[in-house]
């Protein structure tokens, strides 16, 4: 029998969301706040990103080391990302120290202090962010392919550039907030041990008095597509590939997951045993599902040497493109399983449970249920699966690739 998912969305605009789990003794929360990275202005690139750090640097009468340490004496394991569409606050402690948190974390939202003689050393923090990117070619690669798949602003990366964030100033980071950290469109997920009365009621006093300013239209632009090839000197070359899909919301996600991980979950999958076992050109390869909230992509990823990338990339795709032949019944039985244990690891986890009832509300504007999941995935069929791919057969594939050498990529490129 499911839980029962408790939602309540106050006068200004804020979503609470509320999943009780009785069977354990901690409570997870995930705010989601409109102040995703493709509010940043051009000139600003990072600035969402510059912000979340600020933010964690003291609020209301707390300075950043009080901050710090109040959330430690509450035992807070916790976290602060920056996507597309949200800057996103997030961490699990015990039960009993959930109220005192939500406490610190709405003053975060509603009252940071943004501290000017810090600013310094938060623009560090983010080149430090931005750096490690670059050291990572995996990444480096990846940030690229969105990029050129998605195109601007839906495909910016939150770090930004150097030259950006340079520029950014306490004003910029003032304005951002005041516009963006608000309630319009903020989604606050709880799961664990909660009593759900109280804590509708706990969050109306501490966030009903945040005020919306108002929405801001947002620009968009068709993204480049094609192959893009960033020279790097190293003996290795990192591929990406990606082409599109269906966005979570669409109600043939799950074939499409599916799909994807007949490509991609295991070391049974095909992407693993035809490119690095059978033929060992690789030692990373994998294909993902990504969404955004009216689109979607599959993103793919290998890792090789230079003079094994083009036969890589040309397996990769030879790969992608036989999807359309459909898949076996061995290989969806396989997928079940690992899809199965995944859920039921979810359910055993307050922080994983709140982080998708949020994603859930912000895709679909409710929340799934772990056991219409289950039979989500019961259902699935080769049959149902095929006839998805032979409808959306992987075409028009955007191609990144960063070393020594372009590879050639023009059969199948958008």
Known sequence: M?????????????????????????????????????????????????????????????????????????????????????????????????????????DLVRRPLLPAEQIEEGRQVCFQELWSIEDDLARKTMRGLKERFYGNPWG??????????QQI????????IAQYYQ??????????KVDWERLRDHVGELFTPWNPPGTVALPDTLPPKGYLHVPYE???????????????????????????????????????????????????????????????????YAAT??????????????E??????????????RLKARLKSSLIMQQESSSARSSSMAADWYHLGRVMQMDEVGRIIDDLTCDSINEYLANHAPQAFTVVTLGEQPLEVSDGIS
């Open 2 to 106: 499911s839980n029962v998912i408790h939602s309540h969305t106050y006068d200004n605009g804020l979503v609470l969301l509320a999943e009780s789990m009785d069977w354990v003794e901690s409570a997870a929360f995930a705010l989601l706040l409109p102040a995703g990275y493709i509010h940043d202005p051009t000139s600003h690139l990072g600035l969402a990103n510059f912000a979340c750090e600020m933010t964690q640097r003291g609020c209301g009468d707390r300075d950043s080391h009080r901050f710090v340490e109040d959330l430690d004496r509450l035992g807070v394991d916790r976290n602060a990302a920056v996507s597309a569409a949200h800057s996103s606050y997030g961490g699990a402690t015990l039960a009993t120290s959930l109220e005192g948190v939500l406490e610190i974390y709405a």
């Open 305 to 318: 040497s230079t003079e094994r990338a083009q036969e890589t990339l040309d397996v990769m795709l030879s």
């Open 234 to 300: 190293s003996n290795q070359t990192q591929i990406g590939v990606a082409y599109t899909s269906v966005p979570y919301a669409d109600p043939n996600y799950f074939q499409a997951r599916a799909a994807v991980g007949i490509l991609s979950d295991g070391m049974s999958s095909r992407l693993f045993t035809e490119v690095r076992e059978n033929r060992g050109l690789c030692y990373t390869v994998y294909a993902s599902c990504h969404s955004l909230r009216h689109r979607g992509s599959v993103l793919c």
């Open 156 to 165: 910016r990366s939150s770090q930004g550039t150097a030259e950006c964030l």
């Open 183 to 192: 309630p319009e469109g903020a989604i606050l997920s709880v799961a664990g």
């Open 320 to 333: 992608l493109q036989k999807l359309k032949d459909g898949i076996r019944q061995d290989e969806l039985d």
């Open 169 to 176: 100033s306490p004003a910029d980071i003032q304005t951002f």
